[in-house]
């Protein structure tokens, strides 16, 4: 059983975007590295230099490695943490997104296009234009449009772009004003940039009222991920600091999304990243966790279960 297992033993991963393409399961992680970090709330133990993407042909064999895919020497623009990335496709080509920090240490949102969902990818020179912050996370919709959703804040610097500017000394507001918003923009037909200025993706209570910043087990942290079910627009996350992965839901894909409850109570280790796909007629979460290596945040692995929906659209609840 490979269930709730380190999936990946050789080296470590986190940060699973896992796609189907062509009839078959891929796994996007960022690639660990075994280094020896102190853990700060900047995230620079994330110190991480390449990907590798991994191909699983049913949920009882182990992924297969297709190699690297992407190495940060190959990025013209970024200087140092390629953090997690996602993989798109359109008429045959393989879009993959990811961030990085650029020369002056502001996070952007690249992407590569290769010919194979495990590439090789060839990085554009430039990064995206307009883009900032972390977690990019592609999702194609049912006429074709593709959008990003992105964001992180602390060490994604997502608070720090309150302004629509970078100011390094941004933070999270206070706890009686609004969360910061994660963002969704459409891309352009070819994949390459955005169509449109990212928009706030607005989450609310029950009430309607946009979640508040003091509202620490459910504002959205980092680790975006969309996804679709009868008919129905999913934006799940991480709240970081409270370290669940929860979840809203919309029925407009630029929100705003109504809180739905919590899909992941909290794992070993300080992140908790997901991303939510069908395979084979059935729903996966993949998740991440530091089993490997007994909690150490940096060194994470990439773990699946079984996800399930109640007749009323809701998630239930997983206990990692
Ligand atoms: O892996 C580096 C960062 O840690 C990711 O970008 C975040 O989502 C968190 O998992």
């Known amino acids: 059983m490979l269930e709730k297992k380190p999936l990946i033993t050789d ?5 699973p975007s896992a796609n189907v393409f062509n009839g078959k399961l891929y796994i996007y992680p960022s ?7 102190e853990s700060n709330d900047n995230g620079d133990q994330y110190d991480m230099e390449d990907y590798h993407v991994y191909e699983m042909e049913d949920m009882n064999t182990p992924p297969r490695d297709c190699g690297i895919a992407l190495h940060i020497k190959d ?3 970024a200087s140092k943490q390629v953090w997690a990335p996602d993989c798109g496709e359109k008429n045959g080509k393989y879009y993959f997104y990811f961030p990085a920090r650029d020369k002056e240490g502001i996070f952007r949102l690249g992407v590569a296009v290769g010919d194979q969902p495990w590439g090789p990818f060839k990085a554009q020179k430039d990064p995206i234009k307009g883009s900032f ?3 990019p996370c592609v999702f194609t919709d049912d006429d074709g449009s593709s959008y990003l959703t992105f964001g992180g804040i602390w ?3 997502l608070d720090k772009w309150k302004t629509g500017t970078f100011d390094p000394n941004g933070g999270e507001p206070p706890d009686e004003a609004d969360a910061v918003y994660p963002k969704i923009a459409k891309l352009t037909a070819d994949m390459l940039e955005f169509a449109e200025k990212p928009r706030d993706l607005v989450i609310t209570d029950d009430a309607g009222k946009a979640l508040k910043a003091g509202d620490r087990t459910r504002r959205f942290f980092e680790g975006p991920w969309l996804h679709k079910y ?5 934006f799940s996350y991480s709240t970081g600091d409270t370290h669940q992965l929860v979840y809203a839901t919309s029925k407009n894909i630029y929100g705003p999304y109504t809180w739905g409850g919590v899909i992941l109570t909290p794992v070993l280790g ?8 069908e395979y084979q007629g059935k729903w996966y979460l993949f998740y991440h966790d530091c089993e490997l290596s007994g909690g150490v945040n940096h060194k994470r692995n990439v773990k699946f279960t079984s996800l399930e929906y109640r007749a009323d659209g809701s998630i239930v609840t997983i206990n990692p």
């Open 230 to 234: 009868n008919g129905t627009y999913y």
């Open 155 to 157: 060490g994604g610097q």
């Open 75 to 77: 990025i013209p623009w």
């Open 270 to 277: 300080w992140t908790t990243h997901h991303s939510i796909v």
């Open 133 to 135: 912050s972390i977690d």
């Open 11 to 15: 080296l470590y991963s986190a940060d």
């Open 31 to 37: 690639h660990d590295r075994d280094i020896e970090m």
